[in-house]
């Protein structure tokens, strides 16, 4: 079994413990499968009880914990099917990316979604605490993600994340807050604050 969380209405947290969730009231959406599946409601549940952060801060939701079967469950990127609704090339991404709740590894998606295909009972259901009682490996999906995409970036160059710190000044730069002096044949770029005497040095990618 499988730890996942979803935020419900405060006012509704006694009737969820002791009656369990109908899938058939609290669907988040219909997806289509295709054969054989078909049309199927889906709700939509978080590996991480951070990677809601408006309703971990709301004091009208209450945050459940659900124990359920992983190899019933399917982890999708939730930017992805976003982002699919208007571009139908990037949904049938997200749907050919769908993988068991058992078969995936956390920091895989930014934002991932878990899809849940049935009714929850109320002896799969309890109401956590300030900490989550349950402890928590990683900050949020996201960070993770973000941290593990970094990782690889230097696996990748091994120049102890100067790649990184070029890319984010050259950004800063876009925006009017640096000034870039370059020279390609030293191979260094020189990054000044124009409000500053502050600036950073990096070698050129």
Request: net charge negative.
């Amino acid at each position: 079994m499988s730890v996942l969380y979803r935020y419900v209405p405060a006012d509704s947290i006694r009737d969820i413990v002791d009656c369990g969730i109908k899938l058939s009231q609290w669907y988040d959406r219909e997806m289509d499968f295709g054969e054989p599946q078909g049309l199927r409601k889906v709700m939509l549940t978080l590996i991480n009880p951070w990677d809601d952060p408006d309703k971990s801060r709301d004091k009208s939701h209450r945050c459940i914990r659900l124990d359920l079967d992983p190899t019933e469950c399917r982890v999708g990127d939730a930017d992805l099917y976003r982002m699919g609704l208007t571009e139908p090339w990037l949904m049938e991404r997200y749907m050919r990316t769908l993988v068991p709740l058992s078969d995936y590894r956390f920091g895989v998606f930014r934002n991932p979604e878990c899809l849940v295909f049935m009714s929850v009972l109320p002896e799969q259901i309890e109401i956590t605490g300030k900490t989550q009682d349950t402890p928590v490996l990683y900050e949020s999906s996201e960070s993770l993600y973000l941290n593990n995409l970094m990782d690889e970036i230097e696996q990748q160059r091994r120049d102890s994340g100067n790649t990184l710190v070029y890319a984010y000044c050259r950004y800063l730069e876009s925006k009017g807050n640096m000034r870039c002096i370059e020279n390609r044949d030293l191979g260094i770029a020189v990054f000044l604050d124009p409000e500053t005497d502050a600036y950073i040095v990096t070698k050129t990618p």
